[in-house]
């Protein structure tokens, strides 16, 4: 944007200039004083604070001068030269002009339309109240979400609502005490949306969309996560009251719910921990800060923020069986070119804030990497694809938050490149510790958010500021065009190649089985992820795999517990090798008490030899009679299902028949 340099001789009048606050730099008094003289990009106006060429502080101020906007404008007060950057105000989008200088009279400002009259009345006069009327309007819906019959059914559903329904009207009865004691007042501000808050709020909501049509279970999530959105909105409103400011209404918590629900929920049972999910969110967003160019702002990424640490609680704990995690994993990648659905949605993003060079550097670095760990291997890092479909979103969601990335180019590339390096550390660690891998596009977030204010003066050092002051030839704007444009060119190459987005032979047993067979390394621990994703699908022939598995103490550690809970699910799918598999394992424990599991395993059986089975089956029902294990003890029915088993051909159905055939009496000796 050019600056344009304004001097007035004494004949001239000056401009129309419009005086703020510096104090109040971007509060919501400056907005509705710049929305009332008309100037309408003093709505978007930044925080900046300006140095005049005589080295004097300044002062923000707003010039209209023959229908330009001098935006961002100040007085120098040594030369009495106004410098700004100017703008056509009856233009709906900025349009800079090259340097030049102009001497002309003010004119009258226009009035405003009604949609700024609307704004400038709701920020200059903001809701007072001494009662936290909006956070117990919030309150009271996330109570009314409660006649829900998902909620009111459930038990734990249920006390997960109101135990933050509860928590939330504490805090504000707390505060309405203190109001009364004190006299101050609870403000609420309307903010207009910010461009960064509804834009990737829609672009999220367009992948919910596709995505649900491939995974219904999307759809019925709706009310639970408009819930948390509910319980977000009542939090953050609390808090800044509880901070001594008012609470600004607007999109921010949307984008918040929706980028923390497309990679974890917590199962209904469990549902409480999302809502201390959305808190610590909050809450890291809140307290975690630190001075950055100038001001304050929030560290972290909140959602990633969250999910990390949620997600470490889980690995540590081993309870991310209380998670749909894998689960959304799994079906994220099933749609239809969801990698180009992801791709368009995030061209979106990228061109309004820049931040192409992060997801650019981090999928090439990321598909270099597995390019050579299969060249080297002879399989696949990521088992079931060269790029996971939920990591290539972490790409475009996780990693392009402008307000916790860099600020410079070079530091944009260098924060992609450790991205990517980091989800290939992080993939190997969880698979090299047995537990699940969807959390590698997690963790890495906070740590690198950590380190932007180290990327930033790496980038300022040496020949990377020299390569950035070459590059500076070009605007930022087109700058990112170009970058869009490679990334583009390589996403492309990758799709068209079958590299992401084709149906991936890792995604097959054979593959691994065949891999295992031949020795190659790693195989034996993609055959078993493979196999638990089959059984997030509750595929029966899988869950019976690892239940051998598990017995055997083959590619994973000898568990019999874990075992038999993989026997039980697949009877209870209605496998009968699952139940046969179950009740072997039982009668082989001597003093092992039915569980019932096992008691609706010996059912399926004997209700599968009603129809006819295998000698097998009669055999382990027999077996169960005979010996008193999850039946009643009853010789003449186990000796029944015996002699079914040998009239089928089986010799030890004969065996055991013979071994309880009853003895003669002597009279039928004569």
Same mark, same amino acid.
């Given at each position: 944007m050019g600056l344009t340099a304004l001097r007035f001789?004494?004949?001239?009048?000056?401009p129309q200039i419009l005086r703020v606050d510096p104090t109040r730099r971007g509060s919501c008094a400056s907005l509705a004083k710049g929305v009332r003289r008309g100037t309408r990009e003093f709505l978007r106006a930044h925080r900046r604070a300006n140095v005049c060429n005589g080295g004097a502080r300044s002062e923000r101020a707003t010039a209209r001068v023959d229908g330009w906007a001098y935006r961002n404008s100040f007085v120098c007060q040594k030369t009495n030269v106004i410098r700004s950057r100017r703008y056509r105000l009856d233009s709906t989008r900025e349009s800079p002009?090259?340097?030049?200088?102009?001497?002309?009279? *003010?004119?009258?400002?226009?009035?405003? =339309?009604?949609?700024?009259?609307? +704004?400038?009345?709701?920020?200059?006069a903001p809701n007072r109240s001494r009662l936290p009327l909006a956070a117990l309007g919030f309150i009271g819906l996330l109570l009314a979400t409660t006649l829900l019959p998902r909620?009111?059914?459930? *038990?734990?559903?249920?006390?997960?609502?109101?135990?933050?329904?509860?928590?939330?009207?504490?805090?504000?009865?707390?505060?309405?005490?203190?109001?009364?004691?004190?006299?101050?007042?609870?403000?609420?501000?309307?903010v207009a949306p910010l461009k960064s808050h509804y834009i990737q709020g829609g672009v999220q909501l367009c992948i919910y969309g596709y995505w649900g049509t491939y995974w219904t279970d999307v759809f019925t999530e709706i009310p639970l996560i408009l819930s948390q959105l509910v319980f977000l909105y009542a939090l953050e409103a609390l808090i800044a009251w509880s901070r001594g400011r008012a609470w600004r209404l607007g999109c921010g918590p949307i984008p918040i719910i929706l980028s923390t629900n497309v990679f974890l929920w917590f199962k209904d049972d469990w549902f409480a921990f999302q809502f201390a999910m959305i808190a610590l969110a909050a809450f890291g967003k809140e307290f975690v800060r630190?001075?950055?160019?100038?001001?304050?702002?929030?560290?972290?990424?909140?959602?990633?923020?969250?999910?990390?640490?949620?997600?470490?609680?889980?690995?540590?704990?081993? =309870?991310?069986?209380?998670?749909?995690?894998?689960?959304?994993?799994?079906?994220?990648? +099933?749609?239809?070119?969801?990698?180009?659905?992801?791709?368009?949605?995030?061209?979106?993003?990228?061109?309004?804030?820049?931040?192409?060079?992060?997801?650019?550097?981090a999928a090439a670095t990321l598909a270099l990497l597995s390019l050579i760990y299969k060249w080297h291997s002879g399989t696949y890092y990521f088992v079931f694809s060269n790029i996971p479909a939920p990591v290539f979103l972490g790409f475009h969601l996780l990693v392009t938050d402008p307000a916790t990335s860099p600020r410079t180019n070079v530091g944009k590339t260098i924060f992609g490149f450790l991205y990517g390096c980091a989800v290939f550390v992080a993939y190997g660690i969880l698979t090299q510790a047995g537990s699940l891998t969807v959390y590698d596009k997690l963790l890495p977030i906070p740590l690198l958010n950590l380190c932007v204010r180290w990327i930033d003066r790496i980038a300022s050092v040496g020949w990377?500021?020299?390569?950035?002051? +070459?590059?500076?030839?070009?605007?930022?704007?087109?700058?990112?065009?170009?970058?869009?444009?490679?990334?583009?060119?390589?996403?492309?190459?990758?799709l068209g190649s079958g590299y992401v987005g084709a149906q991936h032979e890792g995604r097959t047993l054979e593959f691994w089985r065949k891999a295992l067979a031949e020795g190659r390394p790693n195989a034996g621990k993609g055959l078993v992820e493979v196999l638990k994703a089959h059984t997030r699908a509750d595929s029966t022939d899988a869950w019976n795999e690892m239940g051998g598995l598990y017995l055997r103490g083959e590619l994973v550690p000898k568990d019999p517990t874990m075992a038999a809970k993989c026997f039980a699910r697949a009877s209870k799918l209605g496998s009968l090798a699952g139940s046969a598999n179950l009740v072997t394992q039982f009668l082989a424990v001597e003093g092992a008490k039915p569980a019932k599991a096992v008691l609706f395993a010996l059912?399926?059986?004997?209700?599968?030899?009603?129809?006819?089975?295998?000698?097998?089956?009669?055999?382990?029902?027999?077996?169960?009679?005979?010996?008193? +294990?999850?039946?009643?003890?009853?010789?003449s029915k186990a000796r029944a299902y015996y002699k079914a088993a040998c009239k089928l051909g089986d010799k030890d159905g004969c065996a055991d028949a013979a071994r309880l055939r009853p003895a003669s009496r002597p009279s039928d000796s004569k």
């Open positions: 001789d004494p004949p001239m009048a000056p002009l090259k340097r030049s200088s102009m001497h002309a009279q *003010p004119t009258i400002p226009t009035a405003p =339309t009604e949609t700024e009259q609307w +704004k400038a009345s709701a920020c200059a909620v009111h059914q459930n *038990p734990n559903l249920l006390y997960a609502f109101f135990g933050s329904a509860g928590a939330l009207l504490i805090w504000a009865a707390a505060l309405f005490a203190t109001g009364l004691r004190s006299g101050r007042t609870y403000d609420l501000e309307l630190w001075e950055r160019d100038g001001r304050r702002s929030h560290i972290f990424n909140p959602s990633a923020f969250a999910l990390a640490i949620v997600s470490v609680i889980l690995i540590a704990t081993g =309870t991310t069986e209380y998670t749909w995690a894998g689960r959304i994993a799994d079906t994220f990648s +099933k749609p239809e070119h969801i990698y180009l659905q992801v791709f368009l949605l995030g061209l979106i993003v990228q061109y309004f804030f820049s931040v192409t060079l992060m997801t650019l550097t990377l500021e020299r390569a950035a002051q +070459k590059a500076s030839a070009l605007t930022p704007r087109r700058w990112n065009l170009v970058h869009m444009t490679a990334w583009a060119a390589l996403f492309l190459v990758m059912d399926h059986l004997e209700t599968q030899c009603a129809k006819g089975a295998d000698p097998v089956i009669y055999r382990l029902v027999g077996r169960a009679y005979e010996f008193g +294990k999850g039946r009643a003890q009853d010789a």
